[in-house]
Every structure is written in C-alpha cells, then in structure tokens.
C-alpha cells in the first residue's frame, strides 16, 4: 500500500535561513511526486511536481529511489514561505493522490 | 487553470441529519475527486466521481454514507450521509484535465457535526 510520511508537523526557520522539508514515501511501484502548498486562507495549490525537475519560488525537490525521499529544500527562507505544504504521491496510471499529514513551515523575521 | 466553487464553505449540522456539498467548476473537466481533512490529519481521498456512472470509493468509504453525484463535466455532489460528530472535518473537491496535468482545489467546506 502507498504511504507518504512526513515527519516534522512544524519547522521553524529564521529568514534567509535554509530550510529544508522531509518526505518519505512507500509504494511498489513507480509513482509520481508532489508538493503542494496552502498559505494562509488559500485554498491547496500546487508548488511542484519532479518529473517537472523545475524550481519555483525557490524551491526544488529531488527524487531518491534509493532512500524513497522527496525532500523540499530552498536555500534561503522567504516569511512569504510560512505556510502549509503538503507532499503528496500519484501512483503511475492513477489519476489520484495520497497526501502526507502536512508540515507547517514558520519563517520568523 | 480551473477555478472550483464549492459550497456551501461551512455549516453545522445535527447529528443523524445528512448534508449535500455542490463542487462546480469554470470548465470541463476529465477527473473530479473528493477528499476529506479531519482535524490535524491529512487528506484523504474518499472516492473519484465519475460522469454517468456510479463513483469509485477509497478503502473504507462506502456509497450509502457518502452519496456522489457527477451529472456532467463541471459539476459533482457529495453527500453526508446520517451525520456523526466524527464526521466533523474539511471536505475538498479536487478537479484534473487528465494524466500529468495538475490537480486543483476548491476552497474546502467546513462541517461541524453537534
């Protein structure tokens, strides 16, 4: 069965610090993977997804198989980064996902 | 892009009463799924709604709780069905073109069961 785990609920980092958010995930097969944000009163968007390998707002994601990770790194923390984000698994030929509990971020001044 | 529309955004609700939320969008679109946030969990896909035919449910969600109607492209229903308070959660409609193409999220509706 598919499992997406992350395993900090909150991460608080300092502006201009780098942050860096985990995920780990479980499946059998080849699956497609995800981070999706909620700021504040808004509804869930996608940030990015790894067979894009694109960098937005800063962020990038890089697959592991090895380690089944797909961990969220930006160098440099923005406050406009204090959000909600999701890591979320598609598996291949489904049009679904399966969402990890969520990992608040907190960017302080 | 899709924009959804959900309503309603919140209620409460009595126990053992039902609640239906309307899920419309801006455009046609291929895949309509409905997920469900229980406080401080995650989401969790309760079922995909298929135009003309009966929905595709996740493991442990059944039709007789969770009624969905999807009578055409833009447009689905779910229903709440002999509501308990652990029902209580955010329900979100999710709407996708197809494969590959990114997933988009209605604003959510709050359900609070008394």
């Known amino acids: 069965a598919q499992r997406v785990t992350q395993p900090e609920k909150l991460l608080s980092v300092f502006k201009g610090a780098p942050v860096e958010l985990k995920c780990n995930y479980s499946?059998?097969?080849?699956?497609?993977l995800f981070w999706y944000v909620q700021y504040s009163r808004q509804r869930l968007q996608l940030l990015l997804r790894?067979?894009s390998r694109e960098s937005i707002k800063g962020f990038t994601a890089d697959l592991n198989k090895g380690e089944t990770s797909f961990h969220l790194k930006k160098p440099f923390a923005q406050e406009e980064d204090s959000a909600m984000y999701y890591c979320?698994?598609?598996?291949?030929?489904?049009?679904?996902?399966?969402f990890g509990s969520g990992t608040k971020l907190n960017v302080k001044p | 892009s899709a924009v959804i529309s959900q309503k309603p955004s919140r209620d409460i609700c009595q126990r053992g009463t039902s609640l239906t939320i309307q899920c419309q969008v801006d455009?046609?679109?291929?895949?309509m799924f409905w997920y469900r946030q229980q406080p401080g969990q995650s989401l969790t896909l309760i079922a995909t709604?298929?135009?003309?035919?009966?929905?595709?449910?996740e493991s442990g969600f059944v039709i007789d709780k969770f009624p969905i109607s999807r009578p055409n492209l833009t447009f689905s229903t779910l229903t709440v069905s002999n509501m308990s308070p652990e029902d209580s959660s955010i329900y979100l409609c999710?709407?996708?073109?197809?494969?590959?193409?990114?997933?988009?999220f209605g604003q959510g509706t709050r359900l609070t069961v008394v």
């Open positions: 499946y059998s097969g080849s699956p497609e």
């Open positions: 790894h067979i």
């Open positions: 979320a698994l598609s598996p291949y030929n489904f049009n679904k996902f399966y």
């Open positions: 709604a298929n135009q003309g035919s009966e929905a595709t449910y």
């Open positions: 455009s046609q679109v291929t895949m």
């Open positions: 999710s709407v996708q073109q197809g494969r590959e193409t990114e997933a988009f």
